[in-house]
């Protein structure tokens, strides 16, 4: 994938790509749609596949839609982005399901 633009500074490396990079970031710039991937320089990174620590702040789940900040989801170091794709609430609501249908089968 060609890397379109690169901005370095002390810690970290952003690239942006013209098409989608797993673990990439859409970002807009001068009216123009970008993917950042973020590549960090000298801090150890403690994820599960090496996909690096992203720096997004909003999130839609994907069992309400709605657009939360990543605090209102869990951590997930198997996701590209490092947080789940359903919020806390929805999983909390389906657990409690998930646990009351036991309850009736058993």
């Known amino acids: 994938m060609n ?3 690169t901005i370095k500074t002390n810690n970290k ?3 942006f790509h013209l098409t989608y990079v797993k673990g990439s970031e859409k970002v ?3 009216g123009k749609h970008y993917y950042m991937v973020t590549k ?3 801090i150890n990174l403690n994820t599960k596949y090496g ?3 992203s720096n997004i ?3 839609r789940c994907s069992c309400c839609g709605s657009v939360e900040r990543v605090t ?3 951590n997930d170091s198997y996701s590209n982005d490092g947080y789940s794709s359903w919020c806390k609430s929805c999983v909390k609501t389906y657990s409690k399901n998930y646990r009351e249908d036991l309850k009736l089968v058993a």
């Open 72 to 74: 209102h989801f869990y």
């Open 13 to 15: 490396e952003l690239n």
């Open 57 to 59: 702040t909003q999130k």
């Open 28 to 30: 807009n710039m001068n």
């Open 51 to 53: 996909y690096g620590i």
């Open 3 to 5: 890397i379109i633009k």
């Open 40 to 42: 960090h320089n000298d």
